[in-house]
T-cell receptor
């Protein structure tokens, strides 16, 4: 158990809909990261937050947005969903946000868009 | 543009033998490298890391080797155990990129009895 929790575990929805994925980092970790893993692909970095502020952005679509709240939990919002958005979405956390900290991953949310 | 490549999608090794997983990268700015292990229905679990100032890091049965000139790293598992059967991801980050990790596509290791 990494200490990172993600809800829900599974999500099935229809094209055009909007969903929210939630992540609680390990106790004491200030940095939260979101990654997307499509079928047979590596994890693709989406976005990072550090202590409530956006720190870095990756290949995140404009239809996607995220935020980190004062209690450090984070939410990833996906809107106008398309079939291609079906993937595993992982949240990770680390103590700080520099290059030399390993990230601890949650169990992921499997999103299926029908 | 795949900056981190794991060219072997799968590897099968007998229990007790050495497993060698390989990873190549193209971005010369990468200076920190990590290996993660992933079981089905779970998130990746950190295994071992190495910074670019070293060429080897060891932790129990796991050793990571870094060859900067070849932009190549490898993970050695000795001896391999059935519980090591999982997908292994290589990842890299660069100073100043706020620890964004760039992952390879993974190698599925199967350790047979």
């Amino acid at each position: 158990d990494s200490g990172v929790t993600q809800t829900p575990k599974h999500l099935i929805t229809a094209t055009g809909q909007r969903v929210t994925l939630r992540c609680s980092p390990r106790s004491g970790d200030l940095s939260v990261y979101w990654y997307q893993q499509s079928l047979d692909q590596g994890l693709q970095f989406l976005i990072q937050y550090y202590n409530g502020e956006e720190r870095a952005k990756g290949n995140i679509l404009e239809r996607f947005s995220a935020q980190q709240f004062p209690d450090l939990h984070s939410e990833l919002n996906l809107s106008s969903l398309e079939l291609g958005d079906s993937a595993l979405y992982f949240c990770a956390s680390s103590v700080v946000g520099n290059s030399y900290n390993e990230q601890f991953f949650g169990p992921g949310t499997r999103l299926t868009v029908l | 543009d795949q900056q981190v490549k794991q060219n072997s999608p799968s590897l099968s090794v007998q229990e007790g033998r050495i497993s060698i997983l390989n990873c190549d990268y193209t971005n010369s700015m990468f200076d920190y490298f990590l290996w993660y292990k992933k079981y089905p229905a779970e998130g990746p679990t950190f295994l071992i890391s190495i910074s670019s100032i070293k060429d080897k890091n060891e932790d129990g049965r796991f050793t990571v080797f870094l060859n900067k000139s070849a932009k190549h790293l490898s993970l050695h598992i000795v001896p391999s155990q059935p519980g090591d059967s999982a997908v292994y991801f290589c990842a890299a980050s660069a100073t100043g990129t706020a620890s964004k990790l760039t992952f390879g596509t993974g190698t599925r290791l199967q350790v047979t009895l």
